[in-house]
Nanobody, 124 residues
Framework: EVQLVESGGGSVQAGESLRLSCIAP????????VGWYRQAPGRECELVSS???????HYAESVKGRFTLSQDNSKKTVFLQMNSLKPEDSGVYYC??????????????????WGQGTQVTVSS
């Protein structure tokens, strides 16, 4: 288990942007798969984006072209740049390390224990 600290969420209007950050104190993401899940009220937790250690990226269809997952050069911070936000992007966003190939409902419960998540609220 890794302690994850997510930040950068907030309340914005539709069309605006946010940049989420994730760090793991005392840990680097070098060699790890990383990603972001989101949990919205009444909806299943979903994998929004992932980046494998080999550099392959994945985005949920709903965020393609609007969200970008990246890491800093030191591999100590994972970012999720979110542009053109929509109300349906609202939810609590959780950072993830490894184990991203598991069913989201399983993986998400673990990452909820690893970090507090960061709330994103998009109003129309």
């Amino acid at each position: 288990e890794v302690q994850l600290v997510e930040s950068g969420g907030g309340s914005v209007q539709a069309g605006e942007s946010l940049r989420l950050s994730c760090i793991a104190p005392g840990f680097t993401f070098d060699g790890a798969d990383v990603g972001w899940y989101r949990q919205a009220p009444g909806r299943e937790c979903e994998l929004v984006s992932s980046l494998t250690s080999s550099g392959s990226t994945h985005y949920a269809e709903s965020v393609k072209g609007r969200f970008t997952l990246s890491q800093d050069n030191s591999k100590k911070t994972v970012f999720l740049q979110m542009n053109s936000l929509k109300p349906e992007d609202s939810g609590v966003y959780y950072c993830a390390v490894d184990g991203l190939k598991r069913p989201p409902s399983v993986a998400c419960e673990e990452y909820k224990r690893w970090g507090q998540g960061t709330q994103v609220t998009v109003s129309s």
